[in-house]
T-cell receptor, first 108, second 117 residues
Framework: RKEVEQDPGPFNVPEGATVAFNCTYS??????FFWYRQDCRKEPKLLMS???SGNEDGRFTAQLNRASQYISLLIRDSKLSDSATYLC?????????FGAGTRLAVHP | DTGVSQDPRHKITKRGQNVTFRCDPISEHNRLYWYRQTLGQGPEFLTYFQNEAQLEKSRLLSDRFSAERPKGSFSTLEIQRTEQGDSAMYLC???????????????FGPGTRLTVL
C-alpha cells in the first residue's frame, strides 16, 4: 500500500463548479499535511498547510480526518486558472511524502 | 528573486556520463532537500541536509548518487555513470527548521530536467 494515495483524475469541471479531492495516508502518527499545486512541467507550490482539523483560505478549504486517515481539499467557484495537478503531502519531521497527484481541468 | 534556484534547468547527457546539479536555497533556510520526480508521479525524497550535515538518505539514492552541502549554503547533487532510468526532474527544496516549530513547510526550486540518452 502506498503511503499517500490519491485519485489521479482527471476531474473535468466547468467554471464556477465546486470540486473536492480526497487523499488517504497510512501513517497514523503523522502530524502535518499539505496540499501543493503543480502546473505542467513546473515545480510544486505550497497551496495550504493542514495542521489540525483543517483550515480555509479563500475559495480553498482543507480538512483532516485523523480517525479515518484522510485529507480533503475543496475548491469553490472554480476558475480556469485552477487547472493543475494537486498533490497531497504527508509532512513528516523531515521529508515530505507525496501522493501521485490529482489532475483538475476547469473548462469554460 | 529570493526563492530557491537550481542550475542547470535542463541537462541532456549520454548514458555513462557524470552530471552535477546545483541548488541555492532560500538564504535563511537551514534545511535543504533533494527530490526526484518522474512523469505521472509525485516527487520522491532522495536526501536532506540540515546546515552542512547530511541527515537522511533514501534507499533510492544508489551509490552512483552523491550530494554535498559543504558550507551549509548551496548544495550539489552528482550522478555518476548515468543510466536511462535516471531521466527525471530533480527538485530541490528548502525549509527553516527550528525547535519552536514542529512543522516542515518546504519551498521548491524550478528543478533540473535530466534526459539520459
Amino acid at each position: 500500500r502506498k503511503e499517500v494515495e490519491q485519485d489521479p483524475g482527471p476531474f473535468n469541471v466547468p467554471e464556477g463548479a465546486t470540486v473536492a479531492f480526497n487523499c488517504t495516508y497510512s501513517n497514523s502518527a503523522s502530524q502535518s499535511f499539505f496540499w501543493y499545486r503543480q502546473d505542467c512541467r513546473k515545480e510544486p507550490k505550497l497551496l495550504m498547510s493542514v495542521y489540525s482539523s483543517g483550515n480555509e483560505d479563500g475559495r480553498f478549504t482543507a480538512q483532516l480526518n485523523r480517525a479515518s486517515q484522510y485529507i480533503s481539499l475543496l475548491i469553490r467557484d472554480s476558475k480556469l486558472s485552477d487547472s493543475a495537478t494537486y498533490l497531497c503531502v504527508e509532512g513528516g519531521y523531515n521529508k515530505l511524502i507525496f501522493g501521485a497527484g490529482t489532475r483538475l481541468a476547469v473548462h469554460p | 528573486d529570493t526563492g530557491v534556484s537550481q542550475d542547470p534547468r535542463h541537462k541532456i547527457t549520454k548514458r555513462g556520463q557524470n552530471v552535477t546539479f546545483r541548488c541555492d536555497p532560500i538564504s535563511e533556510h537551514n534545511r535543504l532537500y533533494w527530490y526526484r520526480q518522474t512523469l505521472g508521479q509525485g516527487p520522491e525524497f532522495l536526501t536532506y541536509f540540515q546546515n552542512e550535515a547530511q541527515l537522511e538518505k533514501s534507499r533510492l539514492l544508489s551509490d552512483r548518487f552523491s550530494a554535498e552541502r559543504p558550507k551549509g549554503s548551496f548544495s550539489t547533487l552528482e550522478i555518476q555513470r548515468t543510466e536511462q532510468g535516471d531521466s527525471a526532474m530533480y527538485l530541490c527544496a528548502s525549509s527553516l527548521r527550528s525547535l519552536a516549530s514542529s512543522y516542515n513547510e518546504q519551498f521548491f526550486g524550478p528543478g533540473t530536467r535530466l534526459t539520459v540518452l
